[in-house]
């Protein structure tokens, strides 16, 4: 079966800092990957997505880039974190276009609750 | 482009009762749309895809409808019960790469 794996599940870091939040999907192959950020009532807001290795789309222009270094890893990078960056960070992944009746179910992580103080 | 609303009201229902929550989108009618449980401080979980042409899709004690001519989708749930308490999503598959999703409505059922 397949699984995702997202961390840290709380993160406190200063203005300023540097950012790093990896999600690792098992057990399919070449997934899309997804990162959210989904502020308090708000939606989900869709930040960057990838395809295949190398592939990034993005969403919302922003401080935050997005890696995929392998098939199944996705890492949300920042350079330099503001106060606005503070939220709950969801990676989530579905099945590649390829797959029929894919539907673009999204299956999720269990996210990180970053605050930027 | 396509907006989705959920009414952002939570809903209080007894037990037992019949919870039913909306959801509307303007724009172009989606292929598909997508129903999600999230508790607090969790990832969304995947709960019942419908498509465009069926009118009404089953699981256990949820449905969810579809009508693309009023734009709109009611997921239900029937005989509610106290641990259906969440937040519930709606979202629309814009028949690319992307899902749009709607901010939630906060369901709580009393015992």
């Not at chain 2, 989108?25 to 895809?49: C, E, H, I, K, M």
Request: charged share 15%; net charge positive; with cysteine.
């Amino acid at each position: 079966s397949q699984t995702i794996h997202q961390w840290p599940a709380t993160l406190v870091q200063p203005v300023g800092s540097p950012l790093s939040l990896e999600c690792t999907v098992e057990g399919t192959s070449n997934p899309n990957l997804y990162w959210y950020r989904q502020a308090a009532g708000r939606g989900l807001q869709l930040l960057f997505y990838s395809v295949g290795i190398g592939q990034i789309s993005s969403e919302v222009p922003q401080n935050l880039s997005a890696s995929r270094p392998q098939d199944r890893q996705f890492i949300l990078s920042s350079k330099k974190l503001l106060l606005s960056d503070s939220g709950f960070y969801l990676c989530a992944w579905s099945y590649s276009g390829s797959m029929v009746g894919a539907k673009n179910i999204q299956y999720f992580g269990a996210g990180t609750r970053l605050s930027v103080l | 482009s396509q907006k989705i609303e959920q009414n952002s009201e939570a809903l209080n229902i007894q037990e037992g009762k019949t919870a039913t929550l909306t959801c509307n989108y303007t724009n172009y009618s989606p292929a598909y749309l997508q129903w999600y449980r999230q508790d607090p401080g969790r990832g969304p979980v995947f709960l019942l895809l419908i498509r465009e042409n069926e009118k009404e899709k089953r699981k256990e004690r949820l449905k969810v409808t579809f009508d693309t001519t009023l734009k709109q989708s009611l997921f239900h749930i029937t005989a509610s019960q106290p641990a259906d308490s969440a937040t519930y999503l709606c979202a629309l598959d814009t028949g690319g790469f992307k899902t749009i999703f709607g901010a939630g409505t906060r369901l709580f059922v009393k015992a």
